[in-house]
């Protein structure tokens, strides 16, 4: 399993940088995970517009993800930082996500 990956077209993480797993497309993306696993942390920038950036398009491949697995793919202790342009639509899209999927677990047990 993947502990850490930065999702970056362009930047490398500024400290502990053995300490991740850096890709820099969507498709190097999806391969590491599809390989390892989903993250337990993922670090992911979002240059432009919300729906035309890369860690727009992970989050959403992730998310489509774990949907398709009924929501046991990705880890119930998930953590995220979003970077640069857009970081608060973001934020609130990944919240929004997660929190239907606690409230999907908790009614189908």
Known sequence: MIKRLYVSERNDPSYKKDFWKVVRNLNECIDEMEKNGCPDFISVANYGLLKEGLGFETI???????????????????TWNVREDSAGLLEEYIKKCIDFKKFYLHFNR
């Open 60 to 78: 959403k491949w992730m998310i489509t993800k774990d949907i398709e697995m009924e929501f046991k793919w990705i880890p119930t202790d998930f």
